[in-house]
């Protein structure tokens, strides 16, 4: 059995001239547009557009001599630090060759440490790093994004231990 709608849902045409069909259209699309916000604003919260869960990853080779932390979502003018992480033997110089778009979508500002020599290699430079007791190397990069797009890089040791990563800067 159906209820009766209540007055006030019919159209009329006193005092005002109403189209109470078109009038829940408009109210639907309302709620789904609101729905649409609230869901834009949590992948916004979680990092889709920036840094967050959703962004903030790691990638390791096979054989685990290197690890990459960085954010997959970046906006363009923003400052980023990405980490790698070498593992060789103690005391001795790690060669590592960062390449790729990387140099094209964004500026290096700052390398923490210092590496002990860097040298341009084609698109991309290689840098010397000393390893700690333990055989490992820890460097800083802080970038500035410079672009718009999707961005792959690859960082490799001279061992041969390599990783690709790829970041989307939006505008």
């Given amino acids: 059995m159906?209820?009766?709608?209540?007055?006030d849902l019919h159209s009329r045409r006193y005092p005002i001239n109403e189209d109470m069909a078109?009038?829940?259209?408009?109210?639907?699309?309302?709620?789904?547009?609101?729905y649409a916000m609230v869901v834009i604003m949590g992948l916004t919260l979680a990092g889709l557009f920036s840094k967050g869960p959703l962004s903030t990853t790691q990638v390791r080779s096979a054989?685990?001599?290197v690890r990459v932390e960085y954010q997959r979502f970046l906006r363009n003018g923003s400052s980023d630090v990405l980490v790698i992480h070498l593992q060789g033997k103690a005391r001795e110089p790690l060669e590592v060759a960062i390449s790729g778009e990387l140099l094209q979508g964004f500026d290096i500002e700052m390398l923490q440490p210092q590496p002990l020599k860097a040298?341009?290699?084609?698109?991309?430079m290689r840098l010397w790093l000393l390893s700690d007791d333990d055989g490992k190397a820890v460097l800083h990069l802080t970038l500035?994004?410079?672009?718009?797009?999707?961005?792959?890089?690859q960082?490799?040791?001279?061992?041969?231990?390599?990783v690709r990563l790829s970041q989307f800067i939006y505008p």
């Fill in 63 to 65: 054989d685990g001599a």
């Fill in 144 to 153: 500035r994004s410079d672009g718009v797009g999707s961005f792959d890089t």
């Fill in 119 to 124: 040298s341009t290699a084609g698109e991309g």
């Fill in 155 to 162: 960082v490799a040791l001279a061992t041969g231990a390599t």
């Fill in 2 to 7: 159906k209820l009766p709608a209540h007055e």
């Fill in 22 to 34: 078109l009038q829940r259209k408009v109210w639907r699309f309302e709620r789904f547009g609101w």
